[in-house]
């Protein structure tokens, strides 16, 4: 599929120095900074995915009120 990108001239020209240093096309290096783009985006949602799914969960209610609970009251809370 072909598709038109609008870049900044000092980022083309930066890709285009990065594309002759490594020594492929254009079109190769924006395939593979997409390609390793999506999957670090992928691999970071599966491990919050998996982190907080994970985590110990508690049923049954608050022994205080939920509206009470502010900075204060839970230093009350924790002073013996």
Known sequence: MRTTLELPDPLFARLKARAACERV?????LR??????LE?????????RRSTSSLPRLDGG??????SLS?????ELLEP
């Not at 593979?32 to 783009?37: A, I, M």
């Not at 985006?41 to 599966?46: K, P, R």
């Not at 900075?71 to 230093?75: E, K, P, R, S, V």
């Open 25 to 29: 096309t254009l079109k190769q290096l």
């Open 71 to 75: 900075n204060a009251t839970l230093f």
């Open 62 to 67: 608050l022994a205080i009120d939920a509206d």
């Open 40 to 48: 670090a985006s992928a691999s970071a949602a599966a491990v919050q």
């Open 32 to 37: 593979s900074y997409v390609e390793q783009g």
